[in-house]
């Protein structure tokens, strides 16, 4: 049964970055610790069986935008923080959908999916931003906090920039630029060595991926992005008034480079990474505060989820191997960011209204690419034949009002190998390249044969079963392919 709902609720999205199944003490973690956001999941609904769309962010962040499958635009890969924007301004998306039901909406904290048309002017308005695909108000960074430029932009410009000291960037492979500091001239420099790439421009004391020259009072500090982001986004629900608003706060944690505030250092035992879930946690219990300081959270949806699974080295000498301990960031899954098993896309995902969605867990199959249709349905909004192609409407499911959810989901590895659930099975088809990722040490799921998995019974993925089961496995290969052919799967 649907919920009958006297007022549409506020809508918060809160969306980290890298952050696994087993990251939180309410999917059963034990080594670290988030009282904030089990609250999430002790008063609300933990799902169990929830996926992103893609193992990497740029992908998984496009589907969640737009509805659609990544394999659909060809520019879906992990962009540089200089790249154009990948959504079309005529493009459905999940922030339209809101503005057609009379919300304002906000994106506050990382972006990742390109600005401008090409070649970016930081020193001038830009003309393409997230205003421009749904957004009435955005203050993010453009690419990723290891990418430059390290600057804010508040809608249209970037924070801070002065024309007598204006921004370059350049991401070609030797530096552009003789007057700045870089990881091979200047590494007394460093306050963080890399383990692996990041070694461009050196930027607050840290080897950063591309060359960034000038704008000096417009570059953030790695301290502060938690508390940036955290009070833009308390600034944007409290100048929405009377108005419904729609919230995506992308938190940066716990990408690298994990820097936490000087509050949060050692605070977990496990290192910066522990410590930057750490912070996350607390920025969670803040904005819950202030919502409910303001009288808003009984009549505010609260969704929690990641881009895609974790990932202990990811560039930076920041022991996260070493001091990792006894903690799974994937919890009992297998793989991690980057690989075609399971803990490369299945991701913690969690819904809160208080007062109205009532305490469980499911274990219905969910996907973070049907929220746009899902909330299409909840506000009444029309959708398009050839609009969110792929997202389909399972707003009940979300509320935990059925134990049905979506009868498949498709999902993508860092090298574009396609996965497909289809109820207890999973399929991972064919695909070159090595076992295991020589950098991060994960397991990719490669194969020159195609694998099948009953999840059900094998959540680790342990045993390949698609010898004793070789129609099950040709039938969701064949349908792999159909999907990759099809104009839309959305009914």
Excluded at 253 to 281: K, Y
Excluded at 397 to 423: C, D, I, P
Aim: net charge negative; glycine share 10%; proline share 6%.
């Amino acid at each position: 049964m649907s919920i009958k709902m006297e007022r549409t609720p506020n809508v918060v999205i809160i969306y980290a970055d890298d952050l696994g199944y087993g990251d939180l003490s309410c999917y059963g973690a034990e080594e670290l610790h988030t009282p904030n956001i089990d609250r999430l999941a002790e008063e609300g609904i933990l799902f169990q069986n929830a996926y992103s769309a893609s193992a990497v962010c740029t992908p998984a962040r496009y589907c969640l935008m737009t509805g659609q499958y990544p394999f659909r635009n060809e520019n879906t890969f992990i962009l540089p923080g200089n790249a154009k924007c990948i959504i079309g301004k005529e493009t459905m998306t999940l922030p339209r959908i809101f503005q057609q039901a009379g919300y304002k909406t906000g994106v506050v904290g990382k972006w990742h999916l390109g600005l401008g048309s090409g070649n970016v002017d930081w020193n001038r308005e830009i003309d393409f931003t997230p205003n421009e695909v749904g957004f009435d108000y955005s203050f993010i960074f453009p690419g990723t906090n290891d990418r430059v430029p390290c600057v804010y932009v508040k809608n249209h410009q970037v924070v801070g920039v002065e024309e007598a000291d204006p921004i370059e960037v350049s991401y070609e492979p030797e530096c552009p630029y003789e007057d700045i500091d870089t990881y091979a001239k200047n590494p007394e420099k460093l306050r963080m060595k890399s383990s692996h790439g990041h070694n461009m421009s050196i930027v607050n004391g840290i080897g950063r991926i591309g060359y960034m020259r000038g704008g000096k009072n417009a570059v953030w500090k790695d301290e502060n992005l938690a508390a940036d982001f955290l009070e833009e986004s308390k600034k944007f629900i409290d100048g929405c008034q009377e108005q419904p608003f729609f919230l995506l706060y992308t938190v940066h944690q716990p990408h690298v480079p994990r820097v936490p505030n000087e509050r949060f250092r050692g605070m977990t035992g496990l290192g910066p990474r522990g410590d930057v879930i750490a912070e996350l946690d607390w920025c969670v219990g803040e904005l819950m505060a202030h919502l409910e300081k303001g009288g808003m959270l009984e009549n505010t949806l609260i969704l929690f989820s990641s881009d895609n699974g974790p990932v202990l080295n990811d560039g930076y000498q920041d022991r996260a191997v070493e001091l990792n301990g006894a903690h799974h960031p994937t919890g009992p899954l297998r793989g991690g960011k980057y690989s075609k098993f399971d803990g490369g896309a299945r991701i913690p995902f969690l819904a809160y209204w208080k007062g109205t969605i009532h305490p469980q867990i499911s274990d219905v199959l969910l996907f973070q690419g049907d929220l746009a249709a899902s909330f299409a349905a909840m506000l009444g909004v029309k959708v398009q034949d050839g609009e969110l192609p792929d997202s389909e409407n399972h707003l009940d499911a979300l509320l935990g009002n059925t134990l049905e959810g979506r009868q498949e989901v498709m999902y993508e590895s860092v090298s574009k190998a396609k996965v497909l659930r289809q109820g207890k099975w999973e399929y991972l088809e064919p695909s070159a390249g090595p076992l295991c990722e020589v950098n991060t040490g994960i397991e990719l799921g490669n194969s020159p044969k195609g694998q099948l998995y009953n999840i059900m019974y094998d959540p680790g993925q342990r045993e390949d079963v698609a010898d004793c089961y070789p129609q099950v496995a040709a039938a969701m290969d064949k349908r792999i392919r159909e999907i990759l052919q099809s104009r839309q799967t959305r009914p």
